[in-house]
């Protein structure tokens, strides 16, 4: 079992910069691929970016891509999004999620653990 808790989300305008924080506890940090979702009102769940469990190879969303940064500090058991460049259309809760899994995935079925979620609201 993990547990994830977001934080960090809040009300920003356009053009600005934000990091969530998702901490994990339970079983090993490092042994779990780390995914970030978003979901906008009225629609699905979507995948942001994801993280690899050592190496830290990373996987983004074309919309978010050279925009949104993920990261991890294994010592910390926290995965970070680091969001430049804000723009209305980025205003949604954002999750965490884990992945046991070997390779990095972006549907939202291949994570087991989901965090409660973040507001991230972006005014224009």
């Known amino acids: 079992q993990v547990q994830l808790v977001e934080s960090g989300g809040g009300l920003v305008q356009a053009g600005v910069s934000l990091r969530l924080s998702c901490a994990a506890s339970?079983?090993?940090?490092?042994?779990?691929?780390m995914g970030w979702f978003r979901q906008a009102p009225g629609k699905e769940r979507e995948f942001v970016a994801a993280?690899?469990?050592?190496?830290?190879?990373?996987v983004y969303a074309d919309s978010v891509k050279g925009r949104f940064t993920v990261s991890r500090d294994n010592a910390k058991n926290t995965v970070y999004l680091q969001m430049t460049s804000l723009k209305s259309e980025d205003t949604a809760v954002y999750y965490c999620?884990?992945?046991?899994?070997?390779?990095?995935?972006?549907?939202?079925?291949?994570?087991?653990?989901w965090g409660q979620g973040t507001q991230v609201t972006v005014s224009s």
């Open positions: 999620a884990a992945d046991s899994g070997a390779i990095i995935r972006d549907g939202r079925t291949a994570y087991e653990y």
């Open positions: 339970g079983r090993t940090f490092s042994r779990f691929i």
């Open positions: 993280i690899g469990r050592l190496r830290g190879s990373t």
